[in-house]
């Protein structure tokens, strides 16, 4: 197993590292991220993963069209499957998600699913929110998904008006 590509940019939201292997997108971390296993590189995956990005920073993205690779316990996966189905512009409760995967008492097991997210905002673990509403944890920090939340909100209040 070679070296996994990685490149980090500077974003309205801070440095974003965003990493791949030869067919995918593996990774998406805060901050300038890097171990012995990466190597620096833009490769066309990822030029291609930043340009998204920022249309989505923007304002002018609401998918991703990219091709994402992760592994996780079955229930991570159950997770973040949950997570790809949330629309733009909305949020779900961790307890909805549990609900959703057949135990609404496995809150705290959602949010730490959440929490090992390997791909960040591609798998959009932002729009997952506390049952009072409130914003509870992200790998970012509240701000960016206080950030993300109110940018996604105004993008569709905007497109949902428009004639």
């Not at 171990?35 to 620096?40: C, L």
């Not at 673990?125 to 950030?147: A, D, E, P, Q, W």
Request: charged share 20%; with cysteine.
């Amino acid at each position: 197993m070679g070296k996994m590509n990685c490149f980090c940019c500077e974003t309205i939201i801070g440095d974003i590292t965003i990493c791949a292997n030869k067919k995918a997108v593996t990774r998406l971390c805060f901050g300038k991220y890097w171990d012995a296993a990466m190597k620096n590189l833009e490769t066309e995956i990822i030029k291609k993963a930043f340009i998204q990005f920022h249309e989505y920073l923007n304002g002018s993205r609401t998918k991703f069209d990219l091709k994402l690779e992760y592994t996780g316990s079955d229930f991570q996966m159950a997770v973040w499957n949950q997570l790809k189905k949330i629309p733009y512009g909305k949020t779900v409760t961790y307890k909805k998600i549990a609900r959703n995967l057949g135990s609404s008492k496995s809150c705290r097991a959602v949010g730490v699913a959440c929490g090992k997210n390997p791909i960040s905002i591609f798998i959009p673990c932002h729009r997952v929110i506390g049952s009072n509403g409130n914003l509870i944890g992200y790998g970012g920090g509240l701000h960016i998904k206080k950030h993300l939340l109110e940018m996604e909100k105004i993008v569709s209040n905007a497109v949902n008006s428009s004639f």
